[in-house]
């Protein structure tokens, strides 16, 4: 089962992919300060300092080779940081 995109709605869905990916890794480093200082919470390391940056490359590799599945997961990555730390809260 596949989807079919017009070149323009490819491009633009491969840029915003790129863009979302990017822009979250100074984001999450502001929290990852933000959680070690201020509550000494280390477990954010893994999650805010890893995860962005390879969510970032792949959002860059996707979108220069076209491939919109990599830039999904990207996409995927660039979130899950989000629900890594609220799972370890709420524990």
Known sequence: MGFSFSDEQLEMYLSRARLLSAFTVPAYLALLFFFANE????????????????????????????????????????????????AIESL
């Open 39 to 86: 509550e000494g919470w280390r477990w954010s390391l893994l999650a805010l300092l890893v995860l962005p940056p390879v969510a970032a490359v792949l959002g860059h590799i996707g979108k220069r080779d076209i491939r919109p599945g990599l830039a999904t997961g990207a996409i995927v990555l660039s979130i899950a940081p989000l629900l890594v730390v609220g």
